[in-house]
């Protein structure tokens, strides 16, 4: 049974960092796509970024939405099964509940609220 447990949600002004964590069980991280989606409220659930296993001689590879390409990091700890995506210059419009899915699940969200 695969089980995903995000956190590191919370508020941040404009311009701040976050780093969102999802502990996995059941599912070896270093061998399967990993995602992030974000639902924002009125919204439906988008892709956010992903790290697949294309060019795994070099740990698998980062593809990201363009609306947080270059502010967002998706990257794996294998040691500790776990995924993390790394937020800077956070923007309003990044206000949403964060998501991790893998192996075919869902995590149970993590609230991001981005506001002055």
């Known amino acids: 049974q695969v089980q995903l447990v995000e956190s590191g949600g919370g508020s941040v002004q404009p311009g701040g960092s976050l780093r969102l964590s999802c502990v996995v069980s059941?599912?070896?991280?270093?061998?399967?796509?990993m995602y992030w989606y974000r639902q924002a409220p009125g919204k439906e659930r988008e892709w956010v970024a992903s790290?697949?296993?294309?060019?795994?001689?070099?740990?698998?590879?980062?593809v990201y939405a363009d609306s947080v390409k270059g502010r967002f990091t998706m990257f794996r700890d294998n040691a500790r099964n776990t995924v993390y995506l790394q937020m800077n210059s956070l923007k309003p419009e990044d206000t949403a509940v964060y998501y991790c899915?893998?192996?075919?699940?869902w995590g149970q969200g993590t609230q991001v609220t981005v506001s002055s």
């Open positions: 059941g599912l070896p991280v270093s061998r399967n796509a």
């Open positions: 790290h697949t296993m294309i060019d795994v001689s070099v740990g698998g590879q980062a």
């Open positions: 899915r893998g192996g075919g699940s």
